[in-house]
């Protein structure tokens, strides 16, 4: 069966703080996501990763930075937590070729207070 | 501009009627499309695959327009469980993965 899991449901944390976002998948993908929903909004890319080490800018990168040194892991970075990222984050994997489709991962609400 | 756009809705829609709507995008180098659904406090899930001769999965039917660069979704026969929130989705490039906002189906007795 088909597994994106993320690190945490829930997390909060403090202005200021570096928080890690943690995603795992078990499906060999090449392609990774990182998205944020926000009410309204839909799900905003914030990073892609096409391969290992290899990254993308998506349309709201700021504040955040990504580490994919294996194929199966991709983490998300926020380096000084701010309030206006308390969103909800979801992880996504995806292969190269052939279908395209993306499973995600459950997601985690991330406060930051 | 958004790189893909959708009528937020809600449509409300009732149990055994047809609803249909669209979803348009930016980019004409864009070379897949799907359509997603999304549960209250779910993560989203691919509803189907949207072919350019336009394609048919059960009650769902989808639809690309290319020239006009839109794509659509009709559901037939509505049901409760159908009340979700669909999300049009584009592939850019490389694989990389656009989501429009999404239009929210609220299906009533």
């Known amino acids: 069966d088909v597994k994106v899991t993320q690190s945490s449901r829930y997390l909060v944390k403090r202005t200021g703080e570096k928080v890690f976002l943690e995603c795992v998948q078990d499906m060999d993908h090449e392609n990774m996501f990182w998205y944020r929903q926000d009410p309204g909004l839909g799900l905003r890319l914030i990073y892609f990763?096409?391969?290992?080490?290899?990254?993308e800018k998506g349309d709201i990168p700021e504040g955040y930075s990504v580490s994919r040194e294996k194929k199966e892991r991709f983490s998300l970075i926020l380096e000084s937590a701010s309030t206006n990222q308390t969103s909800m984050y979801l992880c996504?994997?995806?292969?190269?070729?052939?279908?395209?489709?993306?499973?995600f991962g459950q997601g985690t609400r991330l406060t930051v207070v | 501009r958004k790189e893909v756009e959708q009528d937020p809705g809600p449509f409300n829609v009732p149990e055994g009627a047809t609803v249909a709507f669209n979803c348009t995008y930016s980019?004409?180098?864009?070379?897949?499309f799907f359509w997603y659904r999304q549960d209250c406090r779910k993560e989203p899930k691919l509803l189907m695959s949207v072919y350019s001769s336009g394609n048919e999965d059960g009650r769902f039917t989808a639809q690309l327009n290319r020239a006009s660069q839109y794509i659509s979704l009709l559901i037939r026969d509505s049901k409760l469980s159908d009340s979700a929130t669909y999300l049009c989705?584009?592939?850019?490039?490389?694989?990389?993965?656009?989501f429009g906002a999404g239009t929210q189906v609220v299906v009533t007795p």
């Open positions: 996504a994997s995806s292969a190269k070729a052939g279908t395209l489709e993306a499973f």
């Open positions: 989705v584009v592939n850019t490039s490389w694989g990389k993965l656009q």
């Open positions: 980019n004409s180098a864009s070379q897949s």
């Open positions: 990763s096409y391969d290992v080490k290899m990254k």
